[in-house]
């Protein structure tokens, strides 16, 4: 079993807390569809979402690589904060992600939770790809793009989270411009 463990202590824990946006979304009431590699996308939200990457796992041989070579968990608001976010232990693993909350901030379990997600990109071309692959831990990324749902030739359907929240929450996010500062 591939388990990567994150401990937000490493190189990137001594940049400066800086506020970010956070997710922000606008459901589509009229979708449009468009050709991704061999499957067909459709927009179900426009998706834009400042926030500092804590972890990344680059895929190449689980089903889903094609379409999302790329899950990044980010961290907006409390999770921002490398202070705060460098205790966290988070793990990625078959395109999930847990994080382990010391004690001491179990009282802050709500908060955190509310400003991390797990979210597997499309990336909308090949430059997007390698800015994305090459951002380091710690640095603050602004993407935008749609949430979409796919479907696949063989009838293979994977449909974005709208919500932000809850275990099963998962954004599958069409990426056509990223910033990484």
């Known amino acids: 079993m591939l388990l990567r463990w994150y401990f937000t202590e490493d190189d990137w824990s001594h940049r400066p807390f800086l506020p970010v946006a956070g997710p922000k979304q606008t459901n589509i009431e009229k979708t449009s569809t468009w050709p991704y ?3 067909v996308l459709t927009g179900l939200a426009q998706y ?3 926030a500092r990457l804590l972890s990344k ?3 190449h041989w689980d089903a889903a690589t094609k379409l999302s070579p790329i899950d990044l968990v980010l961290g ?3 999770m921002a904060d490398p202070a705060l976010s460098r205790q966290i232990q988070i793990a990625q693993a078959f395109r999930w992600y847990t994080i382990k909350i010391p004690p001491q901030l179990q009282q802050r379990n709500s908060e955190i939770q509310a400003s991390i997600a797990n979210i597997h ?3 909308g071309s090949s430059t997007i790809e390698k800015q994305i692959k090459a951002a380091p831990l710690g640095a603050i990324l602004t993407l935008r793009g749609f949430l ?3 479907k696949g030739p063989q009838g293979q359907s994977w449909r974005s989270s709208l919500s932000q929240t809850g275990t099963e929450a998962g954004e599958v996010f069409y990426v056509d411009q990223a910033v990484i500062d």
């Open 76 to 78: 907006w608001g409390a």
């Open 57 to 59: 796992a680059c895929y």
């Open 48 to 50: 834009t979402i400042q």
């Open 121 to 123: 990109i499309l990336p």
């Open 37 to 39: 590699k061999d499957w």
């Open 148 to 150: 979409i749902e796919g």
